[in-house]
């Protein structure tokens, strides 16, 4: 999983957001699934993880860059964590 960017939040102390890139939606979703059903994820690192979000507060989106973006031109999902 490529984290192509990270930020904090200027209004809030708490929150955060991230850029992660991926090939295509497959190669999101293989991913995905690579890490968030691994044992090791779901045993140990999952629930510390919970622990530091606020879950209402979380929202994760997928974004496409334009076309004069650095970033282009590969799909994106971006991620943010507030908490």
Known sequence: ?????????????DGYVWIRRFQDEAHSQALYAAVYQH???????????HNLLTPEKTLVTGVLPTPASPLCCSPLRAGLVSG
């Open 39 to 49: 044992d090791r994820w779901k045993n140990e690192i999952g629930p510390a993880v």
């Open 1 to 13: 999983m490529d984290i192509t960017a990270s930020f904090v939040d200027a209004q809030d102390e």
